[in-house]
């Protein structure tokens, strides 16, 4: 399985940046898929999680409203889309299956200054 994460960027808050996760080498709507963040001296933590056909999401509560997950399954795609950031949100970020992860990606890098 590769994972490839892209979109990432520096923006100032307040705002929007759209992430992109392609996966590889698997059938992507077997799995529950997730993007994870992990800033400087911190733990990677979920920040948002989809079901198989996407019917069903999840999101940390501080992103929640402001973040949204979508995947395309036949396209083998997942998304993150990201409003009114702030500066907390800076971070390294990847996708994954949310359980028993594969090999993580290179991640794709978000910067939000203040």
């Known amino acids: 399985v590769e994972l490839i994460e892209s979109g990432g960027g520096s923006v100032q808050a307040g705002g929007s940046l759209r992430l992109s996760c392609v996966a590889s080498?698997?059938?992507?709507?077997?799995?529950?898929m997730a993007w994870f963040r992990q800033a400087p001296g911190k733990n990677r933590e979920a920040v948002a999680v989809?079901?198989?056909?996407?019917?069903?999401?999840y999101y940390l509560a501080s992103v929640k409203s402001r973040f949204a997950i979508s995947r395309d399954n036949a396209q083998r795609m997942v998304y993150l889309e990201m409003n009114n950031l702030k500066p907390e949100d800076t971070a390294k970020y990847y996708c994954?299956?949310?359980?028993?992860?594969?090999?993580w990606g290179q991640g794709t890098q978000v910067t939000v200054s203040s």
């Open positions: 994954n299956r949310l359980v028993a992860s594969w090999d």
């Open positions: 989809i079901s198989y056909h996407g019917t069903t999401t």
């Open positions: 080498g698997i059938t992507l709507n077997d799995y529950t």
